[in-house]
Each structure stands twice: as C-alpha cells, then as structure tokens.
C-alpha cells in the first residue's frame, strides 16, 4: 500500500524563525504531490503543489521536492503565530486521489 | 472560486440507522471524492467517482456505500451506523486532468452513539 509518512510533531518554532516540514513517500512513480494546511475544527486548505525537483516559492512558503529520495517539503520563512495549524503532505496516485500523510502540528510562539 | 458544499456540518445518529451525508459541487468537476479523517489517522478515502454513476472503492469502502446521480451531487451513505464511524468527513471534488487540485468541502461531522 502506498505510504506517505510525516513526523506528527508538535514542531516549535519561535516567531519570526523558519519551520520545515518534512514529508516522505512510498511510491517511486508518484509525479503531483501537495501541502495542505488545516486548522482545529476547519477542512484543509491548499497551501502549494509542487510537480518538478526542486523548489517551489509562493510567498513565506517553499516546497522542495527530491524524487530521487523520495522526499517533499515545506519551509515557511518569517513564521507567524497564524500559521499554527497541521499540515498535510499528499501525494497524488492514480485516478487523481489524494493519499494523505497524518499531518504535522505546527506551533509558531509570540 | 470552488464551493463544495457540505449540506449537513454537525449529526448526531443512533447505532443502527441509515445516514446520508450530502455533497455539492458547484465547478462542473468530474471527479469527487469521500474521505474520513480521525486524530493521528489523517485523512482516508472512503469512495470516489469519476462521473455520474461511477463509484470506486477507496481505502476503507466497509460500512459505506455512494451515489452519484447528477454531476455535482456525491451522497455518502452509511446503511446501519456503528460507534466506530463516529468522525469527521470531507468531501472533495476536482477536474479531471491528472495532478489537478483537489477542493475540500468544509466537512461534516458525525456522531454515532
């Protein structure tokens, strides 16, 4: 089965600092992979997707993706208390469906 | 900007009734989709479509089944609820084309008891 595996955390992180979010997957033939952002009680929302090795910018955000090892991540420069939320790598397979990783609690503090 | 809208956002069902959980899209998407989503599980697909009256069985299909008679429309059915199905569900819907974004309704959230 198709595995997409990330450290649950609590990450900390100071305000102002950089986080980075790690996400890793099991299937080598995997080409669309995406970050999603989802606070306490709301549905996900899409931060980045990212298609290419190599980065990706929007913004504080980054997504870097490595295909070789098999890796995803995200870096969120300037930190802010808002950005406090989990964070959800997925990965695309066939049929267009997601296959979600348990998400990464992310803690920025004032 | 993409609605998917979630009729239903807080039930609370007894063991043994039948529960329809309701989704609209209103892009004109192919493709929906019905996860279920419980603390340190992340989100797992229960079924999806690609078209009017086409369903697939996603990761975890025991316990539901779907219709999708009109395009915009996705029902999650759940034929005898059981305290085990008590979560958070998210509908979700998008274009066809490979590697398109997937939109997230805003979720509904069930109780078995």
């Known amino acids: 089965q198709k595995e997409v595996e990330q450290n649950s955390g609590p990450l900390s992180v100071p305000e102002g600092a950089i986080a980075s979010l790690n996400c890793t997957y099991s299937?080598?033939?995997?080409?669309?992979f995406f970050w999603y952002r989802q606070y306490s009680g709301k549905s996900p929302e899409l931060i980045m997707s990212?298609?290419?090795?190599g980065d990706k910018e929007d913004g504080r955000f980054t997504a870097q993706l490595n295909k070789a090892s098999q890796y995803v991540s995200l870096l969120i420069r300037d930190s802010q208390p808002s950005d406090s939320a989990t964070y959800l790598c997925?990965?695309?397979?066939?049929?267009?469906?997601?296959?979600f990783g348990a998400g990464t609690i992310l803690r920025v503090k004032s | 900007d993409v609605k998917v809208t979630q009729s239903s956002r807080y039930l609370v069902k007894r063991t043994g009734e039948k529960v329809f959980l309701e989704c609209v899209q209103d892009?004109?998407?192919?493709?929906m989709f019905w996860y279920r989503q419980d603390p340190g599980l992340g989100l797992r697909l229960i079924y999806f479509?690609?078209?009017?009256?086409?369903?697939e069985k996603g990761d975890i299909p025991e316990g539901y089944s779907v219709s999708r008679e009109k395009k915009e429309r996705f029902s999650l059915i759940l034929e005898s609820a059981s305290t085990n199905q008590t979560s958070m569900y998210l509908c979700?819907?998008?274009?066809?084309?490979?590697?398109?974004?997937?939109?997230f309704g805003e979720g509904s959230w069930l109780t078995v008891v």
């Open positions: 979700a819907s998008s274009l066809y084309r490979v590697g398109n974004t997937i939109y």
């Open positions: 299937d080598r033939g995997s080409q669309s």
């Open positions: 990212i298609y290419s090795n």
């Open positions: 997925a990965v695309m397979e066939y049929g267009n469906k997601l296959v």
């Open positions: 892009m004109d998407h192919e493709n």
């Open positions: 479509s690609y078209d009017v009256k086409m369903k």
